[in-house]
């Protein structure tokens, strides 16, 4: 399975929809501190609105660092 690269926004907004459901907690400059209402651990979001996320970093996210498997991972996108 190939992940997409993604723009920031674009990636932020998956996160914050369901069934991950991350809020911000708070933000300093691009630094943006997310936690989830769903109990998935908590993120640290650091990126540009212009930046592009590479593939391999959007599957890193979502599979290690969100713990869910790489088929549901595939499936919010």
Do not use: C
Not at 17 to 38: I, M
Not at 39 to 54: C, K, M, N, Q, V
């Amino acid at each position: 399975m190939q992940f997409p690269s993604l723009k920031a926004p674009r990636l932020l907004a998956i996160l914050m929809r369901e069934p991950l459901n991350y809020q911000v907690a708070r933000q300093k400059g691009s630094h943006r501190k997310l936690t989830s209402s769903a109990g998935y651990p908590s993120l640290t979001f650091s990126w540009h609105d212009r930046a592009t996320i590479p593939s391999g970093l959007v599957k890193e996210i979502l599979t290690e660092r969100v713990g869910l498997s790489e088929a549901d991972a595939f499936q919010l996108l």
